[in-house]
């Protein structure tokens, strides 16, 4: 299935938000998501199922002004 | 001393973390400034793999610094979009305070005020301090005010112009209207003067970041901010002087020898 993951086109092998992100390399990672323009709180990973064509946003703190 | 939603602040001078020379100059210019809160993004890391760290060692070295953070919403050029930025930067940074940018512009960086209001509703209700990227506009500061906001962020300029204090009216209107909201002027300040500026029109801080990021030197640029914001605030208090068109001899003219 292929969604957009921070703007690019990813084949991707779990549907489910936590394992993704742990198949994407952000385990133990100090982070936020949005789905679609949503925020998807950390609590709701584990229950949040991604879909063909989603937007994922991965973001982390960053310098900033 | 500065207190924002409740929180007393050990200084009045706010520093930004980006666009600095390398992450060790960034820690020493937090140090030096002395600045009690320091700003914050959230972005998407760039690079890919598991090697990705940058967004882990940016926090790592701001939470070292032992300072509090004001997670900002930069970028965003929509309600909603500043919205879900701020809620991902709660749940990140934990906090609920949140500088809250929405922009109108592109070749100004100018707030979309009408946006901005939007949002700092929204976000008020949902229990975030907001601290609003504004103008100095009177009429939108009343409105976020009734929106939740309990502290402004006038623009002195546009966000790294370094030209100043683009309206000294505009910001003294909005001291004298607003006597208790803590007015803190963000962007546009590019020396330690226009610091000093600000603070003697009675603004209760600054925010300063590309002024000291992109200086030759930046941490002792840091330590000229944080003088001058105390010497403008200890002027404020002090009660400047009136100023008029014509001289007045500061020498008195009574006892002058006649010698003509």
């Given at each position: 299935m292929k969604i957009l993951v921070n703007g690019a086109w990813r084949e991707i092998e779990h549907v489910n938000l936590q394992a993704l992100l742990r198949e994407l390399g952000y385990e133990n990672r100090t982070l936020a998501t949005a789905l679609n323009a949503s925020f998807v709180p950390q609590t709701a990973r584990a229950t949040t199922t991604l879909k063909e064509g989603d937007r994922l946003e991965i973001v982390v703190p960053m310098q900033g002004g | 001393m500065l207190k924002c939603y409740d929180v007393e602040l050990g200084s009045r001078l706010l520093l930004g973390t980006a666009r600095y020379p390398s992450p060790a100059i960034l820690s020493e210019a937090i140090k030096t400034s002395r600045a009690a809160v320091v700003t914050v993004s959230l972005r998407r890391e760039l690079g890919s793999g598991r090697d990705r760290r940058e967004g882990e060692a940016f926090w790592t070295l701001i939470r070292e610094a032992g300072v509090r953070v004001l997670p900002n919403t930069?970028?965003?050029?929509?309600?909603?979009?500043?919205?879900?930025?701020?809620?991902?930067?709660?749940?990140?940074?934990?906090?609920?305070?949140?500088?809250?940018?929405?922009?109108?512009?592109?070749?100004?960086?100018?707030?979309?005020?009408?946006?901005?209001?939007?949002?700092?509703?929204?976000?008020?209700?949902?229990?975030?301090?907001?601290?609003?990227?504004?103008?100095?506009?009177?009429?939108?500061?009343?409105?976020?005010?009734?929106?939740?906001?309990?502290?402004?962020?006038?623009?002195?300029?546009?966000?790294?112009?370094?030209?100043?204090?683009?309206?000294?009216?505009?910001?003294?209107?909005?001291?004298?209207?607003?006597?208790?909201?803590?007015?803190?002027?963000?962007?546009?300040?590019?020396?330690?003067?226009?610091?000093?500026?600000?603070?003697?029109?009675?603004?209760?801080?600054?925010?300063?970041?590309?002024?000291?990021?992109?200086?030759?030197?930046?941490?002792?640029?840091?330590?000229?901010?944080?003088?001058?914001?105390?010497?403008?605030?200890?002027?404020?208090?002090?009660?400047?002087?009136?100023?008029?068109?014509?001289?007045?001899?500061?020498?008195?003219?009574?006892?002058?020898?006649?010698?003509?």
């Open positions: - | 930069a970028g965003c050029h929509s309600a909603k979009e500043a919205i879900t930025t701020a809620q991902m930067a709660r749940e990140v940074f934990g906090t609920h305070w949140i500088k809250l940018e929405v922009i109108g512009e592109a070749d100004t960086l100018q707030p979309d005020v009408f946006e901005l209001v939007e949002a700092a509703r929204v976000l008020s209700d949902e229990g975030f301090a907001v601290f609003p990227y504004t103008t100095e506009d009177l009429v939108v500061a009343d409105k976020l005010v009734n929106a939740g906001c309990r502290v402004l962020m006038p623009w002195g300029a546009p966000i790294g112009s370094g030209r100043g204090l683009n309206n000294v009216f505009g910001l003294r209107a909005l001291r004298a209207h607003f006597p208790d909201v803590p007015l803190i002027v963000d962007a546009g300040l590019g020396v330690p003067s226009h610091a000093a500026h600000a603070m003697e029109l009675g603004c209760d801080a600054v925010l300063i970041n590309t002024a000291v990021a992109q200086a030759a030197d930046p941490v002792a640029m840091a330590l000229a901010f944080a003088e001058a914001v105390a010497a403008g605030r200890r002027a404020y208090l002090a009660g400047p002087m009136e100023p008029r068109d014509m001289a007045v001899p500061s020498t008195p003219v009574l006892g002058k020898a006649f010698l003509s």
